[in-house]
């Protein structure tokens, strides 16, 4: 069974740092494609990064710069760090798996607030 927890939300001014973690049992981070998202009521969840299993990275313009997403495969984890941070990255982030299959395995999310 796949279960991902996250963890490392908060409440920040804007300008400040926040570094979230995902931490992963049932299947090895480094053999998955890993990725954040994130979602604020009313609109659709959104890709924030993902890292792949040759260890590759990719973001969206939004944060490129400004997020950098890491993994430790010896803790099976996964890591966000969210520097320079707006208001507008006030979101629930997600920590996301997806396995060889194309099946997604979610955690519940970790509230992100910026304030300006």
């Known amino acids: 069974q796949v279960q991902l927890v996250e963890s490392g939300g908060g409440s920040v001014q804007a300008g400040g740092s926040l570094r979230l973690s995902c931490s992963v049992s049932?299947?090895?981070?480094?053999?998955?494609?890993m990725g954040w998202y994130r979602q604020v009521p009313g609109k659709q969840r959104e890709v924030v990064a993902f890292?792949?299993?040759?260890?590759?990275?990719s973001y969206p313009d939004s944060v490129r710069g400004r997020f950098t997403i890491s993994r430790d495969n010896a803790g099976n984890a996964v890591f966000l760090q969210m520097n320079g941070l707006k208001p507008e990255d006030t979101a629930v982030y997600f920590c996301s798996l997806r396995n060889d299959d194309g099946i997604a395995y979610w955690g519940q999310g970790t509230q992100v607030t910026v304030s300006v």
């Open positions: 890292i792949f299993r040759n260890g590759g990275t």
């Open positions: 049932g299947r090895e981070v480094r053999t998955s494609t």
